[in-house]
């Protein structure tokens, strides 16, 4: 019986990637270095520290994770300032399935000051039971620690949970937690391999409480 939701939060709940890519597209000019949309779009899923750490490794910069982060949360920020909007049909389903009684988590690769910027300025706080982020993992997706601790904060067996994600490597690491996952296509986060999923859907008005108590 499924009794709880895991949202994965950018790509998913916010339509944020575009700004995300942006604004590691800039960083890396910063230092010198030409990266292309798709490039980044492989990292889609993973943790900053993750995807800067692959980055310097490859293009063999003389900096560190933890400071290109922090010039890309001064871009990223002011992007997001200016329109933050959440993709279409979310907040409704995200009502619909709390009226109902399940519990709902988020969890997602972003840092902590990144998901709770979005539910605050979404006024979404409320809604969510908890949320597990970059600060609370050792393991980037594809592996299920994120998945698994949302779960255990929910005091919910991972076979009773259903993980809402955007990118093939969110869809991986919740079915190696053992959990149904609705593989979620969204444009602005490139051709993901969504294969994986138990659902796949491109309009979250068209995804009900039957379909994924279906699962």
Same mark, same amino acid.
């Given at each position: 019986?499924?009794?709880?939701?895991?949202?994965?939060?950018?790509?998913?709940?916010?339509?944020?990637?575009?700004?995300?890519?942006?604004?590691?597209?800039?960083?890396?000019?910063?230092?010198?270095?030409k990266?292309?949309?798709?490039?980044?779009? $492989?990292?889609?899923g993973?943790?900053a520290? *993750?995807? %800067?750490?692959?980055?310097?490794?490859?293009? @063999? /910069?003389?900096? &560190?994770?933890?400071?290109?982060?922090?010039?890309?949360?001064?871009?990223?920020?002011?992007?997001?300032?200016?329109?933050?909007?959440?993709?279409?049909?979310?907040?409704?389903?995200?009502?619909?399935?709390?009226?109902?009684?399940?519990?709902?988590?988020?969890? $997602?690769?972003?840092?902590?000051?990144?998901? *709770?910027? %979005?539910?605050?300025?979404?006024?979404?706080? @409320? /809604?969510?039971? &908890?949320?597990?982020?970059?600060?609370?993992?050792?393991?980037?997706?594809?592996?299920?620690?994120?998945f698994?601790?949302?779960?255990?904060?929910?005091?919910?067996?991972?076979?009773?949970?259903?993980?809402?994600?955007?990118?093939?490597?969110?869809?991986?690491?919740?079915?190696?937690?053992?959990?149904?996952?609705?593989? %979620?296509?969204?444009?602005?986060?490139?051709?993901?391999?969504?294969?994986?999923?138990?659902?796949?859907?491109?309009?979250?008005?068209?995804?009900?409480?039957?379909?994924?108590?279906?699962?």
């Open positions: 019986m499924i009794r709880a939701i895991i949202f994965d939060m950018d790509g998913v709940i916010v339509d944020s990637e575009p700004a995300h890519i942006e604004a590691e597209k800039r960083v890396m000019m910063q230092h010198g270095v990266v292309t949309t798709e490039d980044l779009r $492989s990292y889609t993973t943790t520290e *993750f995807e %800067f750490t692959d980055l310097i490794s490859k293009h @063999h /910069l003389r900096t &560190t994770p933890e400071k290109l982060t922090r010039e890309k949360d001064v871009i990223l920020f002011e992007l997001l300032e200016k329109e933050t909007q959440p993709t279409k049909g979310v907040i409704t389903l995200i009502k619909d399935l709390k009226q109902h009684g399940f519990k709902l988590g988020i969890a $997602s690769s972003g840092r902590g000051k990144l998901i *709770f910027y %979005f539910l605050k300025k979404l006024k979404m706080e @409320h /809604l969510f039971d &908890t949320v597990v982020c970059a600060e609370d993992i050792t393991h980037s997706k594809p592996h299920p620690e994120i698994l601790k949302a779960a255990e904060r929910l005091h919910e067996k991972p076979e009773n949970c259903v993980v809402i994600e955007d990118s093939k490597l969110g869809v991986e690491a919740a079915k190696r937690a053992g959990m149904k996952c609705v593989g %979620f296509r969204n444009p602005n986060s490139g051709k993901q391999d969504l294969s994986k999923a138990d659902l796949i859907v491109d309009d979250f008005t068209k995804l009900t409480i039957q379909r994924l108590e279906s699962l």
